[in-house]
C-alpha cells in the first residue's frame, strides 16, 4: 500500500527550461510535505518543504505546490540547471508520527 | 547538519551470516531511523527509535532487530543475512525542533 507516488520513474528536460516533479498521496492525515534529492553514492539532501496550512512554498529555483484537494504536490525547478541532475523523493508525515513516507523517487536527467 | 556517518560504507556477506550495521551521530537528536533504497520502491522504513531503548517497527521490519543503548548510536541488524537485504541501507536522524531528516551517507550491503 503506497501512500506516497511518484509515477514517473524518469524525467529528461533541456537545461535552462523548467522541471516538474510530481507526487500523489492518499492519506489525508498527511499535513507536510518534503521533497529530497540525491546524488549517486550519498544520502538524500532536503531541498524544500511546505505545511498543508500553504498552497505553495519558494525557495530560489525551487517552488513547491501542494493541492490538498487532489491530494498532489509538484516540485517546479526553474531554470533547470545540470547539477540538479540527480533522484528526487517526495516525502510526507502526520502530525505527530515523527516519520516520513517517502514515494519512489524520480530520477531527474538535465540536458545541455 | 548533523554529524552521521555510517559504518561500513560496503559490506559483502554470505547467506545465513549475521551483520551489524552502524549509524552514529554527533547532534543529540532524539529521533534515529533505518531505511532501505531499493529500485522501484523507493525509501522504506525498517526500525526507528524516539529515545534510548525506546524503538519500533516500520513497514519492511522483518528479518531485521535493532538496539539504541546510547543516544549517538543506532545498530541496525540481520540476524541471518538473505539475498533479499541485499539492498543500501540508509540512517537518519531528527531533533524536536526540525520536521524532517539529515541522513547518512548510506551503507551498500550485498548478501551473496
Known amino acids: 500500500d503506497q501512500q506516497v507516488k511518484q509515477n514517473s520513474p524518469s524525467l529528461s528536460v533541456q537545461e535552462g527550461r523548467i522541471s516538474i516533479l510530481n507526487c500523489d498521496y492518499t492519506?489525508?492525515?498527511?499535513?507536510?510535505f518534503l521533497w529530497y534529492k540525491k546524488y549517486p553514492a550519498e544520502g538524500p539532501t532536503f531541498l524544500i518543504s511546505?505545511?498543508?496550512?500553504?498552497d505553495k512554498n519558494e525557495d530560489g529555483r525551487f517552488t513547491v505546490f501542494l493541492n490538498k484537494s487532489a491530494k498532489h504536490l509538484s516540485l517546479h525547478i526553474v531554470p533547470s540547471q545540470p547539477g540538479d541532475s540527480a533522484v528526487y523523493f517526495c516525502?510526507?508525515?502526520?502530525?505527530?508520527?515523527?516519520?516520513?513516507?517517502f514515494g519512489q523517487g524520480t530520477r531527474l536527467t538535465i540536458n545541455p | 547538519d548533523a554529524g552521521i556517518t555510517q559504518s561500513p560504507r560496503h559490506k559483502v556477506t554470505e547467506t545465513g551470516t549475521p551483520v551489524t550495521l552502524r549509524c552514529h551521530q554527533t547532534e543529540n537528536h532524539r529521533y534515529m531511523y533505518w531505511y532501505r533504497q531499493d529500485p522501484g520502491h523507493g525509501l522504506r522504513l525498517i526500525h526507528y527509535s524516539y529515545g534510548v531503548k525506546d524503538t519500533d517497527k516500520g513497514e519492511v521490519s522483518d528479518g531485521y532487530s535493532v538496539s539504541r543503548s546510547k543516544t549517538e548510536d543506532f545498530l541496525l541488524t540481520l540476524e541471518s543475512a538473505t539475498s533479499s537485504q541485499t539492498s543500501v541501507y540508509f540512517c537518519?536522524?531528527?531533533?524536536?525542533?526540525?520536521?524532517?531528516?539529515?541522513f547518512g551517507s548510506g551503507t551498500r550491503l550485498t548478501v551473496v
Open positions: 511546505i505545511s498543508s496550512i500553504k
Open positions: 537518519a536522524t531528527m531533533g524536536d525542533t526540525y520536521y524532517g531528516y539529515t
Open positions: 516525502a510526507a508525515s502526520a502530525y505527530g508520527a515523527q516519520k516520513l513516507v
Open positions: 492519506n489525508s492525515m498527511f499535513d507536510y
